[in-house]
């Protein structure tokens, strides 16, 4: 069975450090990886996906993840945080034949001004 | 092009009534999934409908169950309510569901057993 593990439940960082957040899946085969942020009192949103090609992907506000095969990681990465990217971040896979996601438990990033 | 809708957006119940949420999917999508999102247990799959059939389900037990409808709107429900069923009740739809599809997901409906 598939699973996700984000090792950080929560990091606090000041506005212009550099992020990143950690994501490990367990699964040997073929896998689509999937970043998500849910802002407060709002929805789960995709920040950015990992199909197949290009093992960097840029996603949405400036964030991107590498695809790490033999680490079987999925980090994410922000040169330069803001307050607005205050949110809980979600990895998720969904490997094989597979239709269900499994997601990550989940971290949660507060950024002071 | 409208998003995921989910009703109700907030409700309360008591212990041993049920519930019914509905959800309607973005035009055009055949798939819709369903999660529950806890403190404790973060998101977890409930189940998956496709063109109104159960194509997977999570390690839930009987008392949550799901259907979906021929214009793809799915509902949800949960019966003999317990305290621990207390959560954000997510829906999410896609094209066709599986592995090369982007969930979107709706606002959730957010239930409070009493």
């Known amino acids: 069975a598939q699973s996700v593990s984000q090792h950080n439940h929560h990091v606090i960082l000041s506005e212009a450090a550099s992020l990143e957040l950690g994501c490990n899946y367990s699964?040997?085969?073929?896998?689509?990886l999937f970043w998500y942020v849910q802002y407060p009192g709002q929805h789960l949103q995709l920040l950015l996906k990992?199909?197949?090609?290009?093992?960097l992907v840029k996603g949405i506000k400036g964030f991107e993840a590498e695809f790490i095969k033999s680490k079987f990681s999925f980090n994410l990465r922000k040169p330069s945080v803001q307050w607005s990217d205050t949110a809980e971040y979600f990895c998720?896979?969904?490997?094989?034949?597979?239709?269900?996601?499994?997601f990550g438990s989940g971290t949660q990033l507060t950024v002071l001004p | 092009k409208a998003g995921v809708t989910q009703t109700p957006r907030y409700l309360i119940k008591t212990r041993g009534q049920q519930v019914t949420l509905s959800c309607s999917p973005i035009?055009?999508?055949?798939?819709v999934s369903w999660y529950q999102q806890t403190p404790g247990q973060g998101l977890q799959f409930l189940f998956e409908?496709?063109?109104?059939?159960?194509?997977n389900k999570g390690n839930f037990p009987g008392r949550f169950s799901g259907r979906q409808f021929s214009n793809s709107r799915s509902e949800m429900n949960v019966s003999t309510l317990e305290l621990g069923d207390s959560a954000l009740y997510l829906c999410?739809?896609?094209?066709?569901?599986?592995?090369?599809?982007?969930?979107?997901f709706g606002a959730g409906s957010r239930l409070t057993v009493l």
């Open positions: 999410a739809s896609s094209d066709t569901g599986g592995g090369a599809n982007v969930l979107t």
């Open positions: 699964y040997g085969g073929t896998v689509n």
């Open positions: 990992y199909f197949s090609g290009d093992p």
């Open positions: 998720a896979v969904i490997s094989g034949s597979a239709r269900q996601l499994t």
């Open positions: 035009s055009g999508h055949r798939s």
């Open positions: 409908y496709f063109s109104e059939t159960q194509r």
